[in-house]
């Protein structure tokens, strides 16, 4: 019985301390099925603690140089990256990710994070104007907000819940954290490196717990005068409906539906590897994944073929096992409701060429109770079916044709979502054209995933509200205020 194994029991971070709760939510290994570990389940009291501690520690944690702040992110990266491979397989059996995906993307960029606000905080510069005719002089003054409360998704759990912690602390805020209950372990770890680093009690709490519960708690409270969310677009409109009597300030990074445009004069020998990438990395559970891809009418069966030939080729099977290409799937609800998509593309009568349902899934002994599938490929799929208008957020991708440019940023721009896109073409003109016609806060152009942390994140339309990136998280964590001089 999975109750029989010893399992780890995460406690809330409150104060510099770590404390117990009354009651827990067990959370499992999706690799296996088992239960991995006990998670509090918090609510109002526990929040009501944190939020109390990082309202005390506020004023010093404030009034700290950018430079103090800095020195302390940097440690705190040094440890994190010291501790990087016992990180890394707590991510990946906590979160079903494979070793090789947490290994070299989820923690390296949880340490980045720290790093990255360690090193940008101390570059701002305010703006300042003069008005000679009036002998006034005005300039902007950035402070801290206060507390800041961070909610985080499953499915890079310590990568987002820092791309919030660092610049929030970096700022100067104290902040109460709130990771997913179904990947809370690395986040408890990273507690335990806080006061080695130098970080004073109180500037960072952590309690854990179900969304509806602690979550809510911490949208709620009046002391906290902004939430910063990533997640579904679902719970965003809960979290604006439940902020609105306390006019919060919010940033929202939401869901997405992202096209790719494969145009004909694309250099396919790059752009299949990295669609493939992009649909079915980290198990399409990434909110940036690729999951329409319309290629040119003229090359459309031979990528369609050499694209299935190559998503064949992707191993499934157990995340620790480095050979792995995908491993398994939050959740087993999550799981149901990803191949219940498969099935009702079929139902409509599109053609699933590869994966789900079509080809046999081998798991080795110890794996055939974890939430795997494969990577799967469906086509011959409307435009209007639910496979191209809502997030699957699994190892599922739509393939289907298109003839001219004019008509792909329309169907491309045909949904609710607007997070990222990708281009593919070698026309220089054409790239710069349907990239400023897409609605998209992205658009990578023959390339996906590739990064560069000054520059705004974020979505339109359904994907979110707000930007992160070094200018737009120094904006949104701090209040600006104008001054103007007489002389
Ligand atoms: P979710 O919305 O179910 O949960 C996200 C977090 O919100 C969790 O910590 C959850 O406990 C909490 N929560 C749930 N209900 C809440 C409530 N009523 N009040 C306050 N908090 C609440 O999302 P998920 O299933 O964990 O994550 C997957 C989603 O996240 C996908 O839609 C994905 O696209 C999106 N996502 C977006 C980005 C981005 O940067 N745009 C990045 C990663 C994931």
């Known amino acids: 019985m999975a109750h029989a194994k010893a399992v780890l029991v995460l406690e809330n971070f409150i104060a510099g301390k770590f404390v117990p709760c009354s009651s827990y939510i067990d959370s499992y290994n999706p690799s296996t099925g088992d ?127 820092t791309w919030k912690i660092a610049p929030a602390i970096a700022c100067g805020n ?154 398994a799937l939050i959740s087993k609800e999550h799981l149901e409701k990803v191949r219940s998509y498969v099935k009702k593309a079929q139902a409509e009568g599109a053609r699933v060429l590869c994966g789900e349902g079509v080809d046999p899934l081998a798991l080795p002994a110890g794996n055939r109770k974890g939430y795997f599938m494969l990577p799967t490929v469906i086509t011959e799929v409307k435009d209007e079916s639910c496979c191209m208008q809502e997030e699957i957020f699994g190892p599922v991708t739509c393939i289907v044709a298109f003839d001219t440019e004019e008509e792909v940023i329309e169907r491309a721009n045909s949904v609710k979502y607007g997070l990222a896109a990708t281009v593919w073409s070698s026309n220089v003109g054409r790239v710069h054209r349907v990239a400023k016609r897409l609605q998209s806060g992205l658009v990578w152009t023959n390339c996906w995933l590739v990064r560069d942390l000054n520059l705004p994140f974020g979505g339109m339309k359904a994907s979110g509200v707000g930007r992160e990136g070094a200018k737009d998280s120094y904006e949104f964590f701090t209040e600006v205020k104008t001054i103007t001089i007489k002389h």
């Open 35 to 161: 239960i991995y570990c006990r998670v509090p389940d918090s609510g109002k009291e526990e929040v009501e603690a944190a939020v109390k501690a990082a309202k005390n520690a506020f004023p010093i944690w404030s009034s700290k140089s950018p430079l103090e702040r800095s020195q302390i992110l940097n440690k705190l990266a040094d440890l994190i990256e010291h501790d990087l491979e016992e990180f890394a397989q707590a991510e990946s059996k906590d979160q079903g990710k494979t070793i090789t995906f947490a290994r070299t993307v989820d923690i390296p960029r949880a340490v980045y994070n720290f790093r990255f606000f360690a090193s940008s905080i101390l570059h701002h510069t305010t703006e300042c104007t003069e008005m000679a005719t009036m002998g006034c002089v005005h300039y902007t003054s950035r402070t801290p907000v206060g507390v800041a409360g961070l909610i985080s998704p499953w499915n890079l759990p310590l990568y987002l819940l």
């Open 174 to 327: 104290t902040v109460v954290a709130k990771p997913s209950e179904m990947t809370s372990v690395t986040a408890w770890m990273m507690c335990k490196l806080l006061e080695k680093a130098g970080v004073p009690h109180g500037v960072v709490n952590v309690v854990f717990g179900m969304g509806t519960k602690a979550g809510e708690a911490l949208v709620c409270h009046p002391d906290v005068p902004l939430i910063s969310f990533t997640g579904s677009t679902l719970t965003a409109q809960r979290i604006m409906e439940k902020s609105a009597p306390h006019c919060k300030r919010l940033s929202l990074e939401l869901g997405g539906k992202n096209p790719a445009i494969i145009f004909d004069d694309a250099d396919l020998a790059q752009c299949i590897p990295t669609t493939l990438r992009s649909s079915f990395a980290n198990q399409g559970e990434i909110c940036l994944c690729t999951s329409r891809i319309f290629v040119q009418r003229g090359i459309y069966s031979d990528f369609l073929k050499r694209f299935v030939a190559e998503a064949k080729k992707w191993k499934v099977g157990n995340p620790s096992d480095p050979t792995v290409d995908i491993g």
